[in-house]
């Protein structure tokens, strides 16, 4: 089994990654759920995480990531040079995530976001949970 990433789903730049990673994940190792969705809201609950959390989340290998960790763990499993990102986990998680930190408080004002979650075309379909 893979991967589920958990997103806002009205985040402009979250729904841009989410398309991205699908892009680039031709393996289809990552199902998706936007937090909003009933199945994300289980998944928050399942893992203890706060339904307040700033953050895409990765539940791998009966696990849950969140900031930097989760978004560099993602990169592994893209095809392509976007792998070579994951060497990062190197840098300590107090650095890397500051920076994770400051961009998510700032997304909303640098992408703007939605009223509603995205809906998934039918070929996508197979990959929301």
């Not at 990433?5 to 936007?34: E, H, P, T, W």
């Not at 993602?74 to 060497?87: E, I, K, P, S």
């Not at 400051?102 to 979650?117: D, P, S, T, V």
Request: proline share 2%; charged share 20%.
């Amino acid at each position: 089994m893979g991967g589920i990433i958990l997103f806002d789903g009205v985040c402009n730049f979250c729904d841009s990654s989410v398309q991205f990673i699908m892009k680039r994940d031709k393996a289809a190792y990552y199902q998706f759920a936007s937090i909003q969705s009933a199945a994300g809201q289980r998944l928050l609950e399942e893992y203890e995480i706060s339904a307040d959390v700033n953050s895409v989340i990765l539940i791998e290998d009966v696990r849950a990531y969140t900031e930097s960790t989760a978004a560099l763990k993602v990169c592994r499993h893209l095809d392509g040079a976007w792998q070579l990102f994951y060497v990062f986990l190197v840098v300590p998680p107090i650095i890397r995530n500051l920076f994770y930190r400051i961009f998510a408080k700032n997304r909303y004002r640098l992408f703007g976001q939605k009223e509603a979650c995205m809906l998934p075309t039918a070929e996508q379909r197979h990959r929301f949970l």
